[in-house]
């Protein structure tokens, strides 16, 4: 079927000799003979964050790159700051392959709704960053929403068969966050997941203990921006959720009231939901927060400009970070000073009341950063001074408020008497008896080069933990110390290989399930995470939402690896690849339209 | 504290071993006159310095922004060598070379500006300033230019971060937090070589310096590989801004020395 591989050399030999020879006989087959150009080799480039960074994310990638080079593949591996692999990968789709963790997504399946349906595959941020777009798949995230109990499961359970299909992106391995962390100063350490913001609050205090928290990491991002719209210095989010709060939390898979007093809905079709505060709510500067913050923080979320509004033809710049609960939005109406009604689109109660999640931002702050921004007078538009500013320093309504920071080195928060956990008349507030008043009087974060640092700073009594995880390797040092213990808790945040749709091979869904073929999930988890961590096929995989047929058991059930322990079987790899219209020159993978 | 105290430790041994007790008192009045005549030079070199450690930060951020990311290029020329460097790794030998990247460099950049000081020719001590200011001045730019991650950075499951891992204050030490991007070139080859070049070109005054700078560059230009803090690419890269380094400065300086006039500061690598 496939036509003889016709050489570009020949091409050109041919070329010259019509040039040589002005025979327009040979110039026409010349003409003809370009349409028929052989394929150059495949090649493909993964992104993702250097070994300071992230303990495995470069392992990762360079094992990924070990196997695809076995099937023919020309591949590199660029390391970059994640600053940058966010700004290139998630703001300007500059990226054929990325290693990068995803946000955690248990809360709800809905959360899918953004990271996949093509109606965002233009937007930034990690909304759709593949560029993925399937009929089928957006038709099932649209009944998720709307519907609830056994429809709603079957939807979800297909989606997910779908997904693991077409390949979007390749899980590659979800990881234990490893920690040190010192019990001289502050309990309860096994409870608190500092992914969270939660997870600070769950902490005690020993009575002698020190007042000061001090946590090490190696993201310096945090040190310079505080801006929770910014998404690409973001990672979990847990400095500025302390800083900020929203109306509700999900505290163990149920959105429980936070900065909202209670909720309830009022009507059905449509969905309406009337939310009322609690009582003496302020901001860090001793405004009274109230109703009106949070209709402008909704309005504001949804578009920056604050202009689409009023004029329909304005381009609406919604904040990358929030797309999803926004996305459930209709409308948002002040009642009274305390109280606010919600009109959700059509989505079912739970997944609408997820709308509640985001941060509660100040009036008298945010409104004056609508502006498109300008660099050195220059409008260099779709940006407003909110989705960039770094917001230092930031006044929010959270536990905890800005003290200081030093770019690049430290960042200091102390705790904001004025918020509802540190009230002398608190009483059933709703929350889980864990979450508690802040145990610490101030919040150190110290910036160092590498995990290995992090570790010393606790093992040395200058720490009391690491704030972001550390790689396996630094295990024995943590079981060395007498200061540090060890902390492993199961992420819900996976590695994975991200596809960028857009890009010629990767846009074709076979040529995706075939490069899964070629990852050894099992290897990842024991060889790379040395054990600390386990494979998985689907984002979801630790909810109850997860079907049991995509259940990891002796290897992946749907892109099984072609190969075993870790090692690409060449033979059957090219065949893989044969089946679906690929070919074989030297060694080297060929084929595609080029 | 301790890298001060090691240096100053380091200093005496050589100074002891350099310069007769005689020879002393005209060491010291030689001194006061070539701290007179390179103080503008002086002053241009502790300028760069101010410059480079705030220009730092601000340059990796401008270096994303208009540098290129040479990692996968390095990578793509040297392969796998640090590894097989590194592959020679025993206990004795890393801490040596952990000893040599750190004092040892140190020493080495410090030294020379002592007992060039001491002579009564100002020449040396004046070319090793200026060619100081332009290794510099030009790694910064390049710094600007070349995004570039070390060997460590880049295949952590072939070299092992060593210097860091056993030893993790000297990350803290030495400020390398914000800069694992800036490896090409290496600073730390091209400064030891540079030294290395002038202490060769400047051998009849002290022939032993000779020896111990040449042989001191030669193993700081192998620790950074076997420490797999750089690629051989950026030893290969530190060694050619050395050359360049040291023939700019000395054109400088013999074109201002030459002239007899005011030292004029050479507005090169700013």
Redesign the interface.
Same mark, same amino acid.
């Given at each position: 079927m496939t036509p003889s591989p016709v050489r570009r050399r020949k091409i050109l030999g041919t070329l010259g000799f019509g040039l040589v020879g002005i025979t327009g006989g040979c110039l026409r087959q010349a003409r003809s003979l370009a349409g028929w150009q052989s394929p150059a080799q495949v090649q493909l480039e993964i992104k993702t964050v250097p070994d300071d960074s992230d303990p495995y994310a470069l392992r990762i990638a360079r094992t990924v790159a070990d196997w695809f080079d076995a099937a023919g593949i020309e591949v590199g591996v660029v390391p970059m700051s994640e600053q940058e692999l966010h700004r290139q990968a998630l703001l300007r789709n500059e990226f054929e392959l990325f290693v990068m963790r995803l946000p955690n997504l248990s809360s709800d399946p809905d959360m899918l709704y953004t990271l996949l349906h093509s109606r965002f595959a233009d937007d930034p941020g990690w909304q759709n960053p593949f560029g993925y777009a399937n009929i089928e798949v957006d038709e099932l995230l649209d009944t998720q929403r709307r519907t609830r109990g056994t429809r709603r499961r079957n939807a979800v359970t297909q989606l997910q068969r779908t997904v693991a299909q077409t390949q979007p992106f390749t899980m590659l391995v979800v990881p234990d966050d490893i920690r040190a962390f010192s019990p001289a100063s502050f309990t309860n350490w096994r409870a608190a997941d500092l992914d969270s913001p939660l997870g600070y609050l769950m902490l005690d205090r020993e009575p002698d203990g020190n007042g000061t928290l001090r946590v090490v990491v190696t993201d310096r991002r945090a040190t310079t921006n505080l801006n929770p719209l910014a998404v690409e210095f973001r990672r979990t989010g847990a400095l500025t959720g302390l800083i900020y709060d929203p109306l509700g939390y999900v505290i163990d898979g149920r959105l429980t009231p936070w900065l909202a007093d209670t909720w309830e809905f009022t009507s059905s079709s449509p969905l309406v939901a009337r939310v009322s505060l609690r009582d003496d709510t302020t901001w860090h500067d001793g405004e009274p927060l109230t109703a009106d913050d949070v209709a402008f923080t909704y309005r504001l979320l949804a578009d920056t400009t604050l202009r689409s509004e009023t004029d329909e033809d304005a381009a609406p710049l919604p904040s990358p970070r929030h797309r999803g609960p926004i996305s459930l939005v209709e409308t948002v109406r002040v009642i009274d000073d305390r109280s606010i009604e919600f009109r959700f689109v059509d989505a079912n109660a739970t997944v609408a009341l997820r709308a509640l999640t985001v941060p509660i931002l100040p009036t008298h702050v945010w409104q004056d950063r609508t502006d498109p921004v300008s660099l050195a007078g220059i409008d260099i538009g779709s940006a407003t001074e909110a989705i960039v500013t770094n917001n230092i320093p930031p006044v929010g309504s959270g536990p905890l408020q800005f003290v200081r920071n030093t770019p690049r080195e430290n960042l200091v928060l102390e705790r904001f008497d004025g918020h509802f956990l540190h009230r002398a008349e608190r009483q059933s507030d709703g929350l889980p008896g864990l979450i508690d008043e802040v145990a610490f009087d101030t919040l150190t974060v110290q910036v160092v080069g590498s995990d290995v640092a992090a570790v010393g700073m606790v093992a040395d009594e200058n720490a009391d933990a690491t704030g972001t995880p550390v790689g396996a390797d630094t295990v024995p040092r943590i079981g060395r110390s007498t200061e540090a213990e060890l902390l492993v808790q199961p992420s819900r945040s996976a590695y994975i290989l991200g596809y960028n749709t857009h890009h010629q091979h990767l846009n074709n869904p076979r040529f995706r399930h075939t490069l899964a073929r070629l990852i050894d999930g099992t290897y990842l988890s024991e060889t790379v995470l040395d054990g600390y961590g386990r494979a998985a096929v689907g984002p979801l995989w630790n909810t109850s939402w997860y079907p049991d047929e995509l259940e990891w058991s002796e290897g992946n059930p749907e892109t099984p690896f072609i190969g075993s322990d870790g090692a690409v079987n060449v033979n059957r790899v090219r065949e893989a690849f044969r089946e679906i219209g690929y070919r074989y020159d030297d060694d080297q993978l060929v084929g595609g339209t080029s | 504290m301790q890298l001060f105290a090691v240096i100053v430790a380091l200093h005496l041994i050589g100074l002891l071993l350099f310069v007769p007790a005689r020879d002393v008192p005209s060491a010291l009045r030689n001194a006061r006159s070539n701290i007179r005549q390179v103080g503008p030079t002086a002053v241009l070199l502790g300028g760069v310095l101010i410059a480079n450690s705030f220009i730092r930060?601000a340059g990796v951020d401008l270096a994303?922004l208009i540098g290129v /990311?040479i990692?996968?290029g390095i990578?793509?020329i040297e392969g796998t060598f640090v590894a097989s460097v590194q592959s020679v790794a025993t206990p004795a030998l890393t801490a040596f070379f952990s000893f040599i990247y750190v004092f040892g460099y140190a020493f080495l950049l410090t030294f020379p500006i002592v007992i060039y000081a001491l002579i009564e020719d100002g020449e040396p001590l004046l070319l090793t300033l200026v060619a100081y200011s332009l290794n510099y001045g030009l790694g910064l730019v390049s710094y600007v230019f070349f995004?570039a991650?070390g060997p460590? /950075?880049?295949?952590?499951?072939l070299v092992e971060?060593i210097l860091?891992?056993n030893w993790? &204050?000297v &990350? %803290?030490l030495t400020g %390398?937090? /914000?800069v /694992?991007?800036n490896v090409f070139p290496s600073l730390h080859a091209s400064l030891a070589v540079t030294v290395a070049l002038l202490a060769i070109r400047f051998r009849e005054i002290h022939w032993h310096w000779t020896a111990v700078a040449t042989g001191l560059a030669v193993l700081i230009c192998i620790s950074t590989m076997y420490l797999g803090i750089h690629w051989l690419t950026d030893v290969v890269g530190g060694i050619l801004l050395a050359v360049l380094s040291v023939s700019v400065a000395s054109r400088l300086v013999t074109k201002s020395l030459g002239t007899g006039s005011v030292i004029r500061l050479p507005d090169v690598g700013l």
């Open positions: - | 930060n994303w /990311n990692t996968r990578y793509a995004i991650y460590r /950075n880049y295949m952590p499951e971060s860091f891992t993790p &204050q &990350q %803290l %390398l937090v /914000n /694992n991007t």
